[in-house]
């Protein structure tokens, strides 16, 4: 499989195989998806020393990483995080498909005025990250939610906001031939399908672990609805009377719902003297939503409800107030256009501005330099003293280096010009963007007023009619009411699946069957996350929402409802769309479609309308010529096995440079899918996508770079007509090619003049390579020194808190920078300190004595320091290392590993998210005391578990003793590994030990 690295502007970096053992490769990786929305990834890749910047670049913050999933659709994610390790040569990313717009972001408190759809709120969450809606399967259910976080991530919110709703979200991209990105969230009701599949022991699954408890039990309740009476009450069951057929569940007019035959299992008086009580029910009062209030809406025997009134008065003031919020957005998108169009109009007299500079003011003052110039040199010819010649020979370079200057500003208006233009194209293109708001807002306007015309339909509706509405809400509650004492009067029943092989059809959210023929337990399950590796080519699914079914030998029975029908789904086939063309309940021979259904026959359907239909086999692609291989795919129901094909090019049609291989310079990547294990050579198979931005405008020049090594020696020259020098430039031009050095009083060479025969030029004083013993007072510029010795000598020199000064010398040579510093007091030595290519030391020193020394050598950290253990005693020297490994060991110390309520029986392990081997000395745990079902706060206690022991007797029992507020011993008995600690039954058994549990595992 390949991993494709891009910019943030789409522009291939690398393509990185997981299959490969040369060049950069993906040498480990983890996809981990949850229905709720959330998807990240982790890679690490895997470089040689030749590849180092390679790898940088690939694996930068903000990039994005482009790879296709099974179900052959292309994800991108923006790595969130990036951990370069050069002793190992990887660097291990994190990419996130909500990317740093939705994560780096975070969102105040907030509390809406009002019921709103769920769209409002994920709007109102991301309105300016580039997020919008896509799809929105819940488009009728409205909440009003509040939110009292006030430093909650963007990403976090929404993810709250579907919980609430009861949604899951999915995060996507597309990306144009434009390279224009598209960040979509679909609001889905569930991720996933209903499946045929069967997770069976010993094959898929491990095991079955079943957890039994009465937590929630009861075996009457007193039922409220959502909908209030007349009165203002909420409506109950009072003054109903009922009973099931059989007698077993029967209504009181009191209002409550009793089971007479859970009662005899769970009165609160069972005895051996009562072994069949009729009472003293575990009894709940719960309030119920019926659905009954929205729904009364298209029911006219519902009307003149006085609640439904109020409630569509609120939604019309409702509707108001999102008018009046989205006319203020409307203004402000209106206040955003006349600031860029106010912007664009001072860019067009920037523009103007720079303009009548570049072509009036800068000639204009060029040409009037020359002409002081050709005026001085007038002057010039004239001679003169020496101090006006030379007061003259200035002017003019001064007026010539003015008059150059004006080229430059002049060029200089070309880039302001250039940036201005820039800038109005980003503000019109800004502006764009504010009107199609402004369209959609005038949209969202019309929506709203069109639903307040029909909140006031409905209200004069709803007033002509009378109250109706109390008799089905009390029969809907019962029927609520009863359907819940039902699923709660017996113990519950939880189970945890560990799941040793995931079909490859399998999907995130899928509900599928687990059977354990042995134990008899047959469940239906849904995968609520999968964590993914390409490269180990592994699967963990993290399943939940059990439910227990029923086997048979035809067809699959679900559990049986609240009126005792046992439902069953059925499977066909077939080879349309519509299940009519080769319809079969039996085989799947040439079957392309897939259809399923459930009713309460346990005969299959035989009407292929009765089926929900899905395409589970592709069409038979092109044959394709000998090539590199596939990437499989799962097999079909035909036992032919799909494969994916990738191919690269330079060119829209996939035909310039076309290859099946990944190279450096590809722009276009190309894809197809057929049964041929192969890669099609023919460029036409494959669908082609550019995945390279075009190549952006011309930066500016760069700096000059050092300067090369001498040429070869070029044509002889010119031979010199004459050689000069002296204070002041001569008045008479001499001969052409002659030289003339202008000196100071000292004799210093200052310029350098050639003659051209009618004027003097001074000319560029270079050479290619000096030879000489002393430098005195000079600065260089852009000099390259090869194997030298510098030496630097200072004197009077403060360091940063001291009383005192120092002097000393740095010398850098052969690659090692030294440093001696010496007190100017008394000349004592003060300081040493070294950078060599291998190490990085200093030492202190006082009277002479070393008193201190640091070296970093190696991955390693060296301390050394003169101690005495008194004021009279002799010092000692005392010295060691630490490395990388000890030192995170320390930064640990001190950090919570776990946090829970636990009473360490032994059907509970923990596990802390750091292991003992990881920790400088150990694990401490932390015990408080538990009374009446909750920790109380009191009685904290901690226990080391110490790092060596648990290394040397892993899995072997250590009892940990302590005592309780009462002087009472209390033993807890562990088995910790290095990674896990696992408890004794005797833990939660006895009297002491049992009032205490574990809270907390700290580091120390």
Not at 552 to 557: I, L, Y
Not at 755 to 761: C, D, E, P, Q, R
Request: net charge negative.
């Amino acid at each position: 499989m390949d991993f494709t690295f891009t910019d943030r502007m789409r522009r291939l970096i690398a393509t990185v195989p997981t299959d490969t053992t040369g060049g950069l490769i993906i040498s480990e990786d983890k996809e981990v998806a949850t229905v709720e929305g959330s998807r990240t990834l982790t890679l690490t890749l895997k470089y040689g020393p030749g590849l180092v910047n390679d790898a940088a670049h690939a694996t930068e913050i903000g990039n994005l990483v482009m790879y296709v999933d099974e179900d052959k659709k292309p994800v991108i994610m923006e790595i969130v995080q990036s951990v370069r390790d050069p002793l190992n040569y990887t660097s291990t990313i994190v990419a996130d498909t909500a990317g740093a717009d939705l994560i780096d972001e975070t969102v105040d408190t907030y509390e809406a005025d009002d019921t709103y759809p769920i769209d409002y709120y994920v709007d109102k969450f991301t309105w300016d990250s580039g997020w919008e809606i896509r799809d929105n399967q819940i488009p009728e259910k409205e909440m009003q939610l509040k939110f009292d976080n006030d430093d909650e991530t963007a990403l976090a919110r929404v993810l709250s906001v579907a919980s609430q709703f009861g949604a899951e979200l999915d995060f996507a991209f597309t990306v144009d031939t434009d390279h224009t990105v598209h960040k979509y969230i679909d609001i889905l009701s569930a991720h996933g399908a209903q499946t045929n599949i069967e997770l069976v022991r010993d094959i898929n699954v491990n095991n079955v672990t079943t957890t039994t408890d009465i937590y929630d039990l009861f075996t009457s309740v007193k039922a409220k609805s959502d909908v209030n009476d007349a009165d203002g009450n909420p409506i109950t069951l009072k003054g109903m009377t009922w009973q099931s057929d059989d007698g077993r569940y029967v209504l009181g007019s009191d209002g409550i719902l009793r089971d007479t035959v859970a009662v005899q299992k769970w009165s609160r008086i069972l005895s051996e003297d009562n072994p069949d009580p009729s009472t003293h029910h575990l009894q709940r009062v719960k309030k119920y939503t019926t659905g009954l209030d929205t729904a009364s809406d298209d029911n006219p025997k519902y009307k003149q409800y006085p609640d439904k009134v109020e409630a569509k008065n609120k939604d019309i003031a409702s509707q108001k107030k999102k008018i009046t919020a989205t006319d203020a957005y409307i203004k402000s998108q209106n206040g955003y256009i006349a600031k860029k169009q106010n912007y664009i109009a001072e860019c067009n007299t920037r523009i103007a501005a720079y303009e009548k500079k570049q072509k009036s003011t800068y000639p204009a003052k060029k040409a009037a330099y020359l002409a002081k110039v050709k005026s001085l040199q007038a002057e010039l010819a004239k001679g003169g003293t020496a101090s006006h010649v030379k007061s003259l020979a200035n002017q003019i370079a001064t007026q010539q280096r003015l008059a150059a200057n004006q080229d430059k500003y002049a060029a200089k208006q070309s880039k302001y010009i250039a940036k201005q233009q820039a800038y109005i194209k980003a503000a019109n293109a800004a502006i764009k963007g504010y009107k199609k708001k402004i369209a959609d807002y005038n949209a969202k306007i019309k929506g709203y007023n069109a639903t307040i015309d029909k909140d006031k339909k409905a209200i004069a509706d709803l007033n002509a009619g009378k109250v109706a509405l109390y008799n089905d809400v009390q029969s809907k509650t019962l029927d609520l009411a009863l359907a819940d004492l039902k699923a709660h009067n017996e113990p519950a029943v939880n189970y945890e699946t560990d799941i040793a092989l995931l079909p490859d059809a399998v999907r995130l959210g899928d509900t599928v069957h687990i059977v354990d023929d042995e134990e008899g337990t047959y469940l239906s399950s849904r995968v609520l996350q999968i964590e993914t590796s390409r490269v180990a080519g592994t699967r963990v699914a993290t399943m939940g929402n059990y439910l227990v079914e029923q086997r048979q030998a035809d067809n699959s029975a679900g559990p049986a409802g609240a009126d005792g029908r046992t439902p069953y789904s059925h499977t066909a086939w077939s080879q349309s769309a519509d299940g009519k063309t080769g319809f079969s309940t039996t085989s799947a021979d040439g079957a392309t479609y897939l259809g399923t259904c459930s009713d309460f026959t346990a005969d299959d359907p035989t009407d292929p309308s009765k089926y929900t239909w899905a395409k589970f086999v592709g069409p038979q692609g092109p044959a394709g010529k000998d090539g590199a291989i596939g990437v499989a795919g799962k097999a079909g129901a035909d036992g032919k096995t799909p494969y994916i094909h990738y191919a690269y090019a330079t060119s829209a049609d996939g035909k310039t440079d076309f290859s099946v291989n990944s190279f450096a310079t590809a722009t276009y990547i190309g894809v197809y899918t057929d049964y041929t294990e192969a890669d099609s050579t023919n460029y036409t198979n494959y669908t082609w996508n550019k995945f390279v931005g075009p190549t952006g405008a011309t930066g500016p020049q760069g700096a000059t770079g050092p300067k090369g090594d001498t040429g070869p020696q070029g044509p002889k020259g010119n031979d010199i007509t004459s050689y000069d020098s002296g204070l002041t430039l001569p008045s008479v031009v001499a001969p052409a090619n002659s030289q003339f050095w202008l000196v100071d009083t000292n004799n210093i060479a200052i310029k350098f003049y050639k003659s051209t025969g009618s004027a003097w030029v001074e000319q560029q004083i270079s050479a290619s390579a000096i030879n000489a013993a002393t430098f005195n007072g000079l600065s260089f510029n852009g000099v390259t020194f090869n194997g030298s010795t510098f030496n630097s000598t200072f004197e009077k020199v403060r360091p940063d808190g001291a009383a005192f000064t120092v002097h000393g010398t740095s010398t850098l040579e052969n690659g090692a920078l030294a440093t001696t510093t010496y007190r100017d007091s008394d000349n004592s030595l003060y300081t040493t300190t070294q950078v060599t290519p291998v190490d990085i030391g200093s030492a202190s020193y006082y009277g002479g004595t070393k008193v201190d020394e640091v070296l970093l050598k190696e991955g390693q950290l060296y301390l050394g320091g003169l101690y005495k253990d008194s004021a009279s005693s002799d010092p000692y020297w005392e010295a060691g290392t630490i490395a990388a490994d000890q030192l995170l060991m320390m930064q640990r110390c001190g950090s919570v590993l776990w946090t829970g309520v636990n009473s360490m029986n032994s059907k509970q392990t923990i596990t802390p998210n750091v292991s003992i081997n990881k920790c400088l000395t150990g694990w401490l745990l932390t015990w408080q005391e538990y009374r009446n079902g909750a920790v109380t706060g009191t009685g904290i206690v901690n226990t080391p578990l110490y790092k060596n022991d648990v290394i040397a007797h892993s899995g072997a029992g250590f009892p940990l003793g302590f005592v309780n507020y009462d002087q009472n011993a209390v033993v807890k008995y562990v088995y910790p590994t290095t990674t896990q600690i696992k408890g004794n039954d005797r833990n939660g058994s006895l009297d002491y030990s049992k009032g205490f549990v574990l809270t907390k595992v700290t580091a120390f």
